[in-house]
Nanobody, 126 residues
């Protein structure tokens, strides 16, 4: 069993940055793929990015977010981070981290993940 807790959300002005954290419990966390998703009001949850351990320790991002969002991982701390730069109002959403054994074809889909956090709200506004 893995429990995930996100933190680091808040209100930020357009053009600003935030770093979200996803702290996990559970000894097996380091073996899981960890993904970040977000859900804006009235919209479906969408893939943000993921770090996949199997298949070469790779990072994957939504095409629209490449270059602005960066995932990093500290297995010693059982924590995964999402660095978000040059934020704009369209990035306003609740951000979730998730963990599982997502295969490559499932990486961008919710079904690839078994465990989910409660999310942290990010609001980009002046």
């Amino acid at each position: 069993q893995v429990q995930l807790v996100e933190s680091g959300g808040g209100l930020v002005q357009p053009g600003g940055s935030l770093r979200l954290s996803c702290a996990a419990s559970g000894r097996t966390f380091s073996q899981y793929t960890v993904g970040w998703f977000r859900q804006a009001p009235g919209k479906e949850r969408e893939f943000v990015g993921a770090h996949r351990r199997s298949g070469g320790n790779t990072y994957h991002y939504a095409d629209s977010l490449k270059g602005r969002f960066t995932i990093s991982r500290d297995n010693a701390k059982n924590t995964v981070y999402l660095q978000m730069d040059r934020l704009n109002p369209e990035d306003t959403a609740r951000y979730y981290c998730a963990a599982g054994q997502a295969i490559l074809s499932e990486l961008r889909q919710e079904r690839g993940y078994w465990y989910w956090g409660q999310g942290t709200q990010v609001t980009v506004s002046s």
